[in-house]
């Protein structure tokens, strides 16, 4: 989504312009300052900058969610397969333990061999 020139107020900043443009920062140059200010985007939108235009807030808040939504369902998956991986350590430590019973038991049935 194409921002430069687009107005945005920043909630200490007050309003400004988006003069540059990159993949995850913007710049802005805001009325009351001399020097323009980075953020990272869009995440800055997020919490303390705000479109002027509400279409475009609206569809800046649309990808937000997007984005959101996906990263929680990365977050689900990762702690899907950590608790998998949990699973089958648990299992293989019960696996090592109960061989290592069948072991100790066998041993104790065998009879001993005397010394000579």
Known sequence: MNIINEKVNHTRFGDG???EQASAM????FDESDEPKKFVYPDAFASFLRFCD????????GELRLISDRLE???KLREEEA?????????????????????????????AVPNK
């Open 17 to 19: 312009a988006v003069i």
């Open 26 to 29: 913007i710049t802005v140059k």
């Open 54 to 61: 509400s279409e475009v807030q609206a569809r800046l808040d």
């Open 73 to 75: 369902e990365e977050k």
């Open 83 to 111: 608790a998998k991986h949990l699973e089958e350590l648990r299992l293989a430590a019960l696996v090592q333990k109960r061989a290592a019973a069948k072991r100790t038991s066998a041993a104790k049935k065998a009879p």
